[in-house]
C-alpha cells in the first residue's frame, strides 16, 4: 500500500507499506449424476454423486434437497451427512424420494444444496454453498409380479394337467 499521512505540525510523509497476501485454493463442489429414473407413485432411491474439483479438501460436506411445493414429489430425509471429500475425489448421497402419481415420462428438476468447510489442514476455516440441479425422470414401470405368477400358475397347471393323464 502507498500511504500520505500529514502530522500536527504540518509534515507530510510518504510511506509504502508491504502486507503479504495469501491466496489459497478451495474446494469445488459439484453433482455430476445428470438424470435418474423414478417411478411414479412408489418410494425411489435417487443417489447423487458428488464430485470434489476444487484444489483443497472439502469437510464436513452436507447434501439438502430443495423441493418446491409445485414439484409432484418428496424427501423422507431432506439432509444427508457425506463427510469428508478430498480434492479430486467423489461421493455418493442417497435420498428416499418419494413420487405423487403424476403425468407419466415427464422431467422433474432436483435442486441439492450443497454445503462444505475448508481444509482445516490448510487452515481455511471458511463455509462454502453450491446449488446443483440433476433431473429426474418420471415412468410408470412399477413392477407388479401379478402376470408373472399367472404364467407360472399356467405352467404349472399345465404340467400338473399332463403329468396326471398320463398315469
Do not use: C
Request: proline share 2%; no cysteine; charged share 25%.
Amino acid at each position: 500500500f502507498a500511504t500520505a499521512y500529514e502530522d500536527r505540525s504540518g509534515n507530510t510523509y510518504d510511506e509504502d507499506i508491504n502486507i503479504p497476501v495469501r491466496v489459497e485454493g478451495r474446494p469445488d463442489l459439484h453433482v455430476t449424476t445428470e438424470q435418474t429414473n423414478v417411478t411414479s407413485a412408489t418410494s425411489n432411491t435417487v443417489a447423487i454423486t458428488v464430485k470434489n474439483t476444487g484444489d483443497q479438501d472439502a469437510e464436513t460436506v452436507s447434501a439438502r434437497t430443495i423441493i418446491e411445493r409445485s414439484q409432484p414429489f418428496s424427501a423422507s430425509d431432506r439432509s444427508i451427512y457425506i463427510g469428508e471429500i478430498e480434492s479430486g475425489e467423489t461421493s455418493t448421497a442417497i435420498f428416499d424420494i418419494n413420487m405423487d402419481e403424476t403425468r407419466l415420462d415427464s422431467n422433474h428438476q432436483l435442486r441439492f444444496e450443497l454445503q462444505a468447510t475448508g481444509d482445516s489442514d490448510e487452515g481455511d476455516q471458511s463455509t462454502y454453498t453450491w446449488t446443483e440441479t440433476t433431473t429426474l425422470t418420471t415412468t410408470d414401470e412399477a413392477t407388479s409380479w401379478l402376470p408373472y405368477l399367472g404364467i407360472l400358475g399356467a405352467v404349472l397347471a399345465i404340467t400338473l394337467y399332463f403329468y396326471t393323464r398320463r398315469r
